[in-house]
């Protein structure tokens, strides 16, 4: 008899407070219905909000479901996946952001995909498929997030249609072999990550989401980030 598969999700955080009880809640809601067994590891980088406070309240309300790991300051986000992943226990491992831009009502789905093909990683994709989208960005930023994708696929030509989206389900090892090659640590770390594992033979399937700008916070994206993006996208082009 196969065994069971475990799903870790790995929750990056900064100043999350308002937006953690609720995305563990569904998370656990979505899988508890969808019978799945799964963990949530969270990485706080120092939040001044307390959002590891918050954590730590969850652990006592979801009870073994919950790993916590705090850091001493905004360390990148890049990074975090790296710490998270030394902790995980699942075989499959997904990312996602914690502030309801992803929901996870499109989990179940994306382990249906996978199982379809034994794939080796689902990504989220907001600009392919019947129900695809995005909701709550002004044009500006609708255009520089397109744009973004548009010269990254001319450059690298991947055949992945959102390669600067952050949903995805990862085969452990399959994350980990890849992760150990990418250099990038900042927003440019999930093009450079489905890049890579692309190069090394890993297969690769799309399921479409709607993406939502965050309810409660600030976005963490900004001139210096999006500088990095172009940096690290020439970067990755003269090495792939």
Partial sequence: MAARNKYSVILPTYNERKNLPTIVWLLN??????????EIVIVDDGSPDNTAEIARQLQKVFPGRIILKER?????????????????TGNFVIIMDADFSHHPKFIPE?????????????????????????YGWDLKRKL????????????????????????RLYKR????QAMAKVQSKGYVFQ???????KSMGYTV???????????????????????????GLFSLWTRI
């Fill in 144 to 167: 520089v997030s397109k744009g973004a994708n548009i010269f990254a696929d001319t450059l690298l030509q991947p055949g992945v249609s959102d390669l600067t989206g952050s949903f």
């Fill in 29 to 38: 809601d979505t899988f508890v219905k969808n019978r799945l067994d799964y």
């Fill in 205 to 231: 399937a799309e399921v479409p989401i709607t993406f939502v700008d965050r309810v409660y916070g600030e976005s963490k994206l900004g001139g210096d980030e999006i500088v990095q993006y172009a940096k």
């Fill in 110 to 134: 994306m382990i249906r995909l996978q199982e379809t093909d034994d794939f080796d990683i689902i990504t989220g994709t907001r600009y392919n498929g019947k129900g695809a989208g995005v």
């Fill in 173 to 176: 090892d399959v994350l980990s």
């Fill in 72 to 88: 001493a300051g905004k360390l990148g986000l890049g990074t975090a996946y790296v710490h998270a992943l030394q902790f995980t």
């Fill in 191 to 197: 093009m450079e990550l489905i890049c890579l594992a």
